[in-house]
């Protein structure tokens, strides 16, 4: 299984020297994740893996928003789906609340939601379920060549 080690060299490929935080709890919720860094929901960007036929899609999203599936079905232009846990671990090698934006193993079109872009710092999972790092949006959007998007309900 992956580790957050993975995720911190994945980072620094990237040129982030990113701080890997480690929570002797769970952070597997936005709502977990922000109780224990004592920071907004809407700061924890969500890692939700989302299929379209048999292309694979990351939609990073602010833990305070719902993702409207009709809206990245918009966006990749057919219907997109929440993907299945198992069909999560296969396709990025993650299990589902532990998700990050990089490291996958299988090439993912990403959408980051406009909402992080609100923040100088959002929180991403860091590979285990009790694990997140920090990092400006604009960042997130350029290591996951992710494009900005309105995807949320």
């Known amino acids: ?50 299929q379209a036929g048999d292309d694979a899609i990351l939609v990073i999203a602010s833990g305070a928003n719902r993702i409207d599936k009709h809206k990245v079905s918009k966006l990749v ?13 296969e396709v990025t090698g993650f299990a589902v609340g532990a998700v990050p934006p990089v490291g996958h193993l299988n090439k993912m079109k990403v959408f980051v939601d406009q909402g992080l872009m609100a923040f100088a710092k959002v ?20 290591i996951t060549a992710g494009t900005v998007a309105d995807v949320k309900e």
């Open 1 to 50: 299984m992956p580790s957050a080690e993975q995720i911190s060299q994945q980072l620094a490929h990237f040129g982030i020297a990113a701080e890997i935080i480690e929570f002797p709890v769970s952070t597997k919720t936005s709502l977990q994740a922000a109780e224990a860094l004592g920071c907004s929901v809407a700061q924890i960007a969500k890692s939700i893996a989302m």
């Open 77 to 89: 232009g057919r219907k997109a789906s929440m993907m299945e846990p198992a069909k999560v671990l």
């Open 123 to 142: 929180y991403a999972a860091a590979g285990t379920s009790s694990s997140v790092f920090p990092i400006a949006p604009p960042e997130l959007v350029r």
